[in-house]
């Protein structure tokens, strides 16, 4: 079936700019929408449709009320983001080993706001989205922090942290196989790079080409990114030919991908789908892993539930005969091993769950990548402030971008603020980098002026973002139990700015920024005469204290939370220590933040841990 809504939202916005226009504009206006939408239509009924179970009876059985009867695979995986789809894909490539993967949500391939780029945040508090919000942040304004979750939430940046990042990580945990040298192959393994005549600094030999996801420069170019790089190599920070090799992170670029490319879409493909021992379930919570308790705890299924009803349809189970692979994030994954027994169990029994294993660090060390909007007023009237049309010009430009982006797949839909700014270390503040060609800040050009979640500070208002994020924070939290019903939202603390090195570290960031806005060529962008209320023409007038507290108080997530299920839960085998059959594999894993973005430290985890047990069940078959 067609998913209409986005359509409707089409022409009712149509029939909005329209409706003071003669009748020859009005039809005018409406023919492009009405090309677009008829594109985007025809589109989504020519697209194959993924084999994805929602009726549970094919996959699993209800509970009777004797508790008996499950469906049975070789590995059951549990949520389908990143990692889960990467290990679904690589795993069932074996035709031996039966695989179910059980997704809370929907498959993303349906959602224009999913594949267009720049329509990412209209998910957000929409019905794909779990509307999570943190506790008050007791160091930053002790507000609430809407933190948006899925993994279509995100802005196609294609940088993947410091190569001395996975040293440390290697280093942590004792296991030289996660150190760069011998990690970065399985970065590679994924990677589809496509060169660029635009950008021939990029040495192709360094990247991937025949992965399933698809990276590079293929978007369009917003006409202050080339200025905003030369600003940052005239204030003294180098240009880097390519954030993503062996030669590190520090430096200025730009990097983006054209389409958005899901875990969905790069591994669950039409043919993945089709193989036979292959079970895909979308729309269903897992409540709990299941245990057999006999002698050394074992996992040996789940429970899970339809998502809609919150349980109310009943419970299903089924058996994994070798492992459990939980892939549900850093805040879902310890949610769920905590509903199991699995974690402090103090926590566990204030909350009257039966405790199958203490394990103190599921939950703990939580960190997040803090971020700063510094608001600028563009002068020259370049933003792209009609990406959120407020009269009839911006709608006639927005109508074009978009049935541009419908028929060709280019223009500004495409996602173009990824411009970036690594900032090395500065020796006046603790450092809290892995090595010493590690960034700790980084600033994001954005071609209009935005608030949290990249909603508009204003319409019309031309004037740009940049977007200042604390790459290496030391500040950390935690994910514990609202209740032991798992429908209640988990309690999220990243406890944002907790000490002082993240807030002098942030505030020097965004000073560092302004000071990038006023240096020439991208100085000749900015209103340096500007009085808007709303705007941050007058940062640098700010004394420490007076920037100390705006910070605090603006300061966001970018969507990057970490850490909960390290290795004091884990082995360097990704298994959950003092149980059998159960593994971790998401953002969780790892002890520390990259210093870049995290979704591809994710994929490569899972390429890993899909070569690891592939090796492990091979020997043993």
């Known amino acids: 079936m067609i998913r209409l809504q986005s359509t409707?939202?089409?022409?009712?916005?149509?029939?909005?700019?329209?409706?003071?226009?003669?009748?020859?504009?009005?039809?005018?206006?409406?023919?492009?929408?009405?090309?677009?939408?008829?594109?985007?239509?025809?589109?989504?009924?020519?697209?194959?449709?993924?084999?994805?179970?929602?009726?549970?009876?094919?996959?699993?059985?209800?509970?009777?009320?004797?508790?008996?009867?499950?469906?049975?695979?070789?590995?059951?995986?549990?949520?389908?983001?990143?990692?889960g789809c990467v290990l679904a894909s690589r795993l069932s490539e074996d035709p031996n080993l039966r695989v179910l993967l059980i997704e809370a949500g929907g498959s993303g391939r349906a959602l224009v706001q999913s594949r267009v780029p720049v329509a990412f945040t209209e998910l957000f508090r929409g019905g794909h989205d779990y509307h999570l919000y943190t506790e008050p942040q007791q160091h930053a304004g002790n507000k609430k922090k809407y933190w948006p979750r899925g993994s279509s939430i995100n802005a196609l940046m294609a940088q993947y942290g410091a190569p001395s990042d996975y040293d440390e990580f290697a280093e942590i945990i004792g296991d030289d196989s996660w150190s760069w040298n011998s990690f970065e192959k399985y970065f590679r393994k994924f990677e589809s790079y496509t060169p660029d005549p635009r950008f021939p600094h990029v040495d192709a030999s360094q990247r991937g080409s025949s992965g399933p996801v698809t990276v590079g420069y293929n978007a369009y170019i917003w006409k202050g990114s080339p200025?905003?790089?030369?600003?940052?190599?005239?204030?003294?920070?180098?240009?880097?030919?390519?954030?993503?090799?062996?030669k590190g992170t520090l430096g200025a670029n730009k990097v983006v991908r054209r389409e958005r490319v899901s875990a969905e879409s790069a591994y669950l493909t039409p043919e993945v789908l089709a193989r036979p021992n292959l079970n895909v379930v979308t729309l269903a919570r897992v409540t709990k892993v299941l245990f057999d308790t006999s002698g050394t705890p074992r996992a040996i299924g789940v429970e899970f539930a339809r998502s809609k009803d919150r349980g109310a349809s009943g419970l299903f189970r089924a058996r994994a005969l070798k492992e459990v692979i939980v892939c549900g994030g850093a805040v879902h994954t310890p949610q769920i091993l905590?509903?199991?027994?699995?974690?402090?169990?103090?926590?566990?029994?204030?909350?009257?769950?039966?405790?199958?294993?203490?394990?103190?660090?599921?939950?703990?060390?939580?960190?997040?990548?803090?971020?700063?909007?510094?608001?600028?007023?563009?002068?020259?009237?370049?933003?792209?402030?009609?990406?959120t049309p407020y009269n009839?010009?911006?709608?006639?430009?927005?109508?074009?971008?978009?049935?541009?982006?419908?028929?060709?797949?280019?223009?500004?839909?495409?996602?173009?603020?990824?411009?970036?700014?690594?900032?090395?270390?500065?020796?006046?503040?603790?450092?809290?980098?892995?090595?010493?060609?590690?960034?700790?800040i980084e600033v994001i050009s954005v071609p209009t002026a935005i608030e949290a979640h990249s909603f508009p500070v204003e319409k019309g208002l031309h004037g740009y973002t940049l977007l200042t994020t604390l790459l290496r924070p030391t500040s950390v939290g935690t994910i514990q139990l609202k209740s032991a019903n798992p429908w209640d939202d988990p309690l999220i603390d990243p406890n944002y700015l907790s000490t002082k090195h993240d807030l002098d570290a942030l505030v020097r960031?965004?000073?560092?920024?302004?000071?990038?806005?006023?240096?020439?060529?991208?100085?000749?962008?900015?209103?340096?005469?500007?009085?808007?209320?709303?705007?941050?023409?007058?940062?640098?007038?700010?004394?420490?204290?007076?920037?100390?507290?705006?910070?605090?108080?603006?300061?966001?997530?970018?969507?990057?939370?970490?850490?909960?299920?390290?290795?004091?839960?884990?082995?360097?085998?990704?298994?959950?220590?003092?149980?059998?059959?159960?593994?971790?594999?998401?953002?969780?894993?790892y002890p520390k933040l990259v210093s870049g973005h995290t979704t591809a430290s994710v994929l490569a985890a899972a390429e890993k841990l899909a070569d690891i047990i592939k090796a492990e069940y091979a020997t043993t078959a």
């Open 509 to 589: 960031g965004v000073r560092g920024a302004f000071k990038i806005a006023h240096t020439r060529p991208f100085s000749s962008i900015t209103d340096i005469g500007c009085t808007h209320p709303l705007l941050d023409h007058h940062f640098d007038k700010l004394s420490d204290q007076r920037a100390r507290r705006i910070v605090k108080d603006r300061v966001e997530t970018i969507y990057h939370p970490y850490g909960t299920c390290t290795m004091a839960v884990l082995d360097t085998q990704l298994r959950v220590r003092g149980v059998v059959g159960l593994r971790v594999c998401d953002a969780s894993v």
């Open 227 to 246: 200025m905003f790089v030369e600003s940052c190599v005239n204030a003294g920070v180098p240009f880097s030919p390519d954030f993503t090799t062996s």
């Open 8 to 83: 409707a939202k089409i022409f009712q916005l149509l029939a909005y700019l329209t409706r003071n226009l003669s009748n020859d504009k009005r039809s005018w206006l409406g023919s492009a929408a009405g090309f677009a939408a008829f594109t985007m239509i025809l589109r989504q009924v020519l697209a194959k449709q993924p084999k994805l179970i929602t009726d549970y009876t094919k996959v699993a059985r209800p509970i009777d009320p004797a508790q008996r009867e499950f469906d049975e695979y070789d590995f059951i995986i549990v949520g389908g983001g990143p990692a």
């Open 392 to 440: 009839l010009t911006s709608g006639i430009k927005f109508w074009k971008s978009f049935a541009q982006y419908q028929v060709f797949g280019t223009g500004p839909l495409t996602r173009p603020e990824a411009c970036s700014l690594l900032l090395e270390y500065n020796h006046d503040i603790e450092d809290s980098t892995s090595g010493p060609d590690a960034p700790d």
């Open 338 to 387: 905590m509903l199991s027994g699995i974690g402090p169990a103090s926590h566990l029994a204030s909350h009257n769950i039966p405790v199958i294993l203490d394990s103190p660090g599921v939950g703990a060390n939580l960190s997040d990548h803090p971020a700063f909007h510094l608001r600028l007023k563009d002068k020259l009237g370049i933003s792209l402030n009609y990406l």
